[in-house]
């Protein structure tokens, strides 16, 4: 209990002292019009109160990871603590603020046009394709997930196809209206549940006297199932994303840049979103280590009902809150995947708007995009999950680490303080390129061949800024 209670001290602390800084760093300033102001359309450039923004964004970047994610996160053991903490606090929220402002400095473009702009127009072609690919996996996995969960509350009475076909059809209106007509009204609803359900769930878990986990030196130690095949560098870092850092949420940060009417509401939208998300991954794994009696059996358990995260789900919030409780509960878990997989969708539209420069007001352009995605979508949904769900943990993270390079680049560009992204951007280096290695669904290679293939690239990755840097500062002499 006092290492959950620490961690969220930390987070908290994040908040309110390096949050400020990371503002002072970008040079937020309240006085300059915001592209929600100068170019409102009624569709996608909407000025709206920043508590809606801030739910949005939230709800946005909630999906499955900081949930699914965290359970699964939980079988390495306490050790997830640390990376949810330091993820979030000095690479997730500083990565999810300069991805929202950098949109807003820059009229509201995506995040492909962004990493145009900062790292060339070939990077920024290959981001375009890796992206658009990227959100509609994600909307895939949060068809699935929802629906998933759903068709085991009503096995009687409707099957997962009947569940997808209804999220489907929420996505599809989600993504061609205007942005305040569906998910400025049906998030409020949403996030109420998604907080119930982690004040809930943390409060009855200290209430019937769980045994809660402690971080210590002696739980310091890799705590997982097959140890030796899933060690905690690079696998946790991929496992645990939403509730660290994702590159998903780089994607969405610029939907509530085109919505916001305050430079200086960056700060308590990006920044603060991504925290509160990390508060909601940490009760999740706290739940998880706690609830079957320790993480031993969480391994057990996780291993007996092959991985299926939704099954944990359903079970501790049935025993902890009762039938009406966990339907409170459950409809919050439901709520976060569903309000990241439409904006998923709606980012790609957007995404391929900005390439093609195509107006998004009249409604037949809107379906020009929308039509072939919601195809690529609803094809992804007849693959197993399991495996997409892989392949998007990778992908997300590999997304995360060139933003992090992008804004770096940017603070050496405007001669500010670069090490806040360098350093994530190197660690995250080394994650993505090592997990591409060793894992499973990539070349399947020893770890020692991993890690020094993963650490030469890392270094590479240093050399080759290094070479910028030098080249930068030549060319501003």
């Known amino acids: 209990m006092i290492s959950l209670g620490v961690s969220l001290l930390i ?22 019009p915001t592209p929600a102001v ?25 999906g499955l990871g900081p949930i699914f994610g965290a359970v699964a996160g939980a079988m390495w053991g306490p050790v997830a603590y640390i990376w949810i903490i330091l993820g979030s606090v000095f690479a997730g929220a500083v990565h999810d603020y300069f991805s929202g402002m950098l949109s807003i400095k820059h ?8 990493v145009g702009i900062y790292l060339g127009l070939t990077t920024k072609q290959i981001m375009r394709a890796f992206t658009v690919f990227l959100m509609v996996i994600v909307g895939a996995v949060f068809i699935l997930g929802p629906a998933k969960i759903l068709a085991g509350l009503t096995p009687d009475y ?80 991929i496992t645990i994303a939403c509730g660290a850092i994702s590159g998903f949420h780089a994607t969405q940060s610029p939907l509530m840049a085109r919505c916001m009417k305050n430079e200086k509401l960056g700060r308590r939208v990006f920044y603060g979103a991504m925290i509160t ?82 107006r998004q007001g009249p409604i037949k352009n809107r379906l020009v995009i929308s039509i072939p995605l919601f195809a690529v979508g609803f094809f992804l949904t007849q693959i197993n999950f399991d495996v997409i769900w892989r ?28 090490w806040i992204t360098l350093i994530p951007a190197l660690f995250m280096t080394a994650v993505v390129s090592t997990y591409l290695f060793l894992a499973p669904e990539g070349f399947h290679l020893s770890k020692e061949i991993s890690y020094l293939v993963g650490i030469g690239i890392t270094i590479l990755s240093l050399i080759l800024f290094i070479f910028y840097f030098r080249n930068d500062r030549k060319i501003s002499r």
């Open 391 to 418: 392949y998007f943990a990778w992908s997300n993270q590999t997304l995360a680490t060139v933003v992090l390079w992008t804004i770096t680049v940017y603070l050496v560009k405007f001669k500010k303080n670069f």
């Open 38 to 62: 100068t170019m409102t359309d009624g569709v996608d450039y909407i000025p709206m109160p920043w508590w809606r923004v801030f739910l949005i964004q939230f709800l946005n970047i909630a």
């Open 277 to 358: 998300e990390a508060v909601v991954a940490m009760i999740w794994a706290t739940i998880s280590m706690s609830f079957f009696g320790g993480i031993r059996e969480l391994n057990e358990i996780m291993v007996e009902h092959q991985g299926n995260a939704a099954w944990v789900v359903n079970e501790t919030a049935n025993v902890l809150l009762g039938k009406f409780g966990a339907f409170l509960a459950i409809l919050g878990v439901v709520a976060a995947p569903i309000t990241s997989g439409d904006t998923a969708f709606r980012s790609a539209r957007l995404i391929v708007a900005d390439f093609l420069n195509l």
């Open 11 to 32: 987070l908290i602390i994040g908040y309110f002292v390096y949050s400020k800084y990371i503002e002072r760093v970008f040079g937020a300033d309240g006085n300059r």
């Open 158 to 237: 409707a099957t997962m196809t009947f569940w997808v076909w209804v999220v489907f059809g929420y996505y599809i209106l989600s993504t061609l209206l205007p942005i305040n007509k569906v998910i400025g009204r049906v998030y409020p609803i949403f996030g109420f549940a998604l907080l119930f359900m982690a004040v809930s769930l943390i409060i009855a878990l200290f209430s019937q006297g769980y045994h809660i986990p402690e971080l210590s030196a002696d739980n310091f130690k890799n705590f997982h199932t097959q140890a030796g095949d899933f060690p905690i560098f690079p696998m946790l870092f």
């Open 107 to 114: 009229k509201g473009l995506s995040i492909t046009e962004i």
